[in-house]
């Protein structure tokens, strides 16, 4: 449970272990802060989904010395492959793991969240995370930023960092409860064993499906995308489909295989027949969100979903998370005990790039629901980032 009042100079309190907070309590540990991290689950684990790890993050975890245990738990897709839905005939084939390091200085890999979210947890020690800690807001209280959890107690620090997810309790209490819209649009999540992907698909089987590929099916209704994780031998689907039904906004409601291709109903074969291996399936609605204008209250800011909850469609949620630890920690460092100015400094380095993907991601949720869809929006500025990069200092105001 959370330790009572205890302050300490130099201590950086961060609620929410998930991929951002853990990736936050990583970079600030590398700059000498000190750090205590905080989970409302009683056990620290992620969901089986994939995550894609685009060279922007990648760049991120070089840094922070771990992107040799990510090569050793992901994988780097060969091309990306798009097919039609119904007789997945070729839309197009681009290469990826033959250009994505050569333009962007770094690959872009695809992995199991537990995977990312275990690296990540193995690059902390055990003594400054806290489980069953369930956080229900943070303020400032004379000079010192204060969390409070649901069992009366509360942890003091320097900064607290808000990085506890989309239904975040602090971005509720410090700006109010938000205003999520039902894009009318849901998606199941499942994976399926390598073996169980068909090789040769398309009209007289004229398309191959090379071992290593990320590759999707874009239709009027929806869209699925798939990609390789871990050692290959894997593959993780993320199917989209149009609903007017509401579907909660969470990654755990359990669904069923036969809900799954009930909604794919007259879609192409070799799809069908994979999704009649999958063993457990998920779902959750999409929802849009406007850019938050301001992430910080006095000592108490926010990061990650908590701070931008975007849509998915850019597959950049986690991603940005990372690069949000980096940059908080780098400013936190840069400005000692000046902790107004560092939270200042990192918000004002985050908030365009963030609220950017979050629009982006809203455009291209509508261009996939377009027939045919367009060519994808471009994401080379999304990847050509490099978060490691130094900032030019901003003057005190």
Same mark, same amino acid.
């Given at each position: 449970m959370?330790?009572q009042?205890?302050h300490?100079?130099g201590?950086i309190v961060?609620?929410?272990?998930?991929i951002?907070g853990?990736?936050?309590?990583?970079?600030?540990r590398?700059?000498g802060?000190?750090v205590?991290?905080?989970?409302?689950s009683?056990?620290?684990?992620?969901?089986g989904?994939g995550?894609q790890?685009?060279?922007?993050a990648v760049k991120?975890?070089r840094?922070l010395g771990l992107?040799?245990e990510?090569?050793?738990?992901?994988?780097?897709?060969?091309?990306?492959v798009?097919?039609?839905?119904?007789d997945?005939?070729l839309?197009?084939?681009?290469p990826l793991?033959?250009?994505a390091?050569?333009t962007?200085?770094?690959?872009?890999?695809?992995?199991?969240?537990?995977?990312?979210?275990?690296?990540l947890?193995?690059a902390?020690p055990?003594?400054?995370?806290?489980l069953?800690?369930?956080?229900?807001g943070?303020?400032?209280?004379?000079?010192?930023?204060?969390?409070?959890f649901?069992?009366?107690?509360?942890v003091e620090?320097?900064?607290?960092?808000g990085?506890d997810?989309?239904?975040?309790?602090i971005r509720a209490q410090?700006f109010g409860a938000?205003?999520p819209?039902?894009?009318e649009?849901m998606?199941?999540r499942a994976m399926?064993?390598m073996a169980?992907?068909p090789?040769?698909?398309?009209?007289a089987?004229s398309?191959?499906?090379e071992?290593?590929?990320?590759? *999707?099916?874009?239709?009027p209704?929806? !869209? %699925?995308?798939?990609?390789? &994780?871990?050692n290959? =031998?894997t $593959?993780?689907i993320?199917?989209?489909?149009?609903?007017d039904?509401w579907?909660?906004?969470?990654?755990s409601?359990a669904s069923?295989?036969?809900e799954?291709?009930?909604?794919y109903e007259?879609?192409?074969?070799?799809?069908l *027949?994979?999704?009649?291996?999958?063993a !457990? %399936?998920?779902k959750?609605g &999409?929802?849009?969100r =406007?850019p $938050?204008?301001e992430?910080?209250?006095g000592?108490v800011?926010l990061?990650?979903?908590a701070?931008?909850p975007?849509m998915?469609t850019?597959?950049?949620g986690g991603?940005?998370?990372?690069?949000?630890?980096?940059?908080?920690?780098?400013?936190?460092?840069?400005?000692?005990g000046d902790?107004?100015?560092?939270l200042?400094?990192?918000v004002a380095?985050?908030?365009p790039?963030?609220?950017r993907?979050t629009?982006q991601?809203r455009?291209?949720?509508a261009?996939n629901r377009?027939?045919?869809?367009?060519p994808?929006l471009?994401?080379s500025?999304?990847?050509a980032?490099?978060?490691?990069?130094?900032a030019?200092?901003?003057a005190?105001a």
């Amino acid at each position: 449970m959370p330790e009572q009042r205890a302050h300490r100079s130099g201590r950086i309190v961060i609620i929410g272990a998930g991929i951002g907070g853990l990736a936050a309590a990583v970079a600030l540990r590398q700059r000498g802060l000190e750090v205590q991290l905080y989970e409302r689950s009683a056990r620290l684990e992620e969901v089986g989904a994939g995550i894609q790890v685009g060279p922007n993050a990648v760049k991120v975890l070089r840094a922070l010395g771990l992107e040799d245990e990510l090569r050793r738990n992901a994988f780097e897709p060969t091309n990306m492959v798009s097919l039609k839905w119904d007789d997945a005939s070729l839309r197009h084939r681009e290469p990826l793991k033959a250009t994505a390091a050569a333009t962007y200085g770094a690959p872009y890999m695809t992995a199991h969240r537990a995977e990312l979210h275990g690296l990540l947890r193995a690059a902390l020690p055990e003594r400054i995370i806290h489980l069953g800690a369930n956080c229900v807001g943070a303020a400032t209280v004379n000079g010192t930023a204060v969390a409070r959890f649901a069992d009366g107690s509360d942890v003091e620090g320097d900064a607290v960092i808000g990085a506890d997810g989309i239904r975040s309790a602090i971005r509720a209490q410090l700006f109010g409860a938000d205003q999520p819209r039902f894009t009318e649009m849901m998606c199941w999540r499942a994976m399926v064993p390598m073996a169980c992907v068909p090789t040769r698909i398309g009209p007289a089987r004229s398309v191959k499906l090379e071992h290593g590929e990320y590759f *999707g099916w874009i239709g009027p209704n929806g !869209h %699925v995308i798939c990609y390789p &994780i871990g050692n290959g =031998d894997t $593959l993780n689907i993320f199917a989209g489909h149009v609903t007017d039904q509401w579907v909660e906004e969470s990654w755990s409601v359990a669904s069923s295989r036969d809900e799954l291709l009930a909604a794919y109903e007259g879609w192409n074969e070799a799809l069908l *027949g994979m999704f009649r291996h999958v063993a !457990h %399936v998920f779902k959750w609605g &999409i929802h849009d969100r =406007d850019p $938050l204008p301001e992430w910080t209250q006095g000592r108490v800011t926010l990061l990650g979903d908590a701070a931008h909850p975007t849509m998915p469609t850019l597959a950049q949620g986690g991603n940005m998370a990372i690069e949000d630890g980096y940059v908080l920690a780098r400013n936190l460092a840069r400005h000692g005990g000046d902790i107004a100015t560092a939270l200042q400094a990192y918000v004002a380095e985050r908030q365009p790039r963030t609220s950017r993907i979050t629009l982006q991601s809203r455009q291209q949720f509508a261009n996939n629901r377009k027939v045919p869809p367009p060519p994808f929006l471009d994401r080379s500025w999304i990847f050509a980032f490099d978060a490691t990069r130094e900032a030019p200092a901003r003057a005190s105001a």
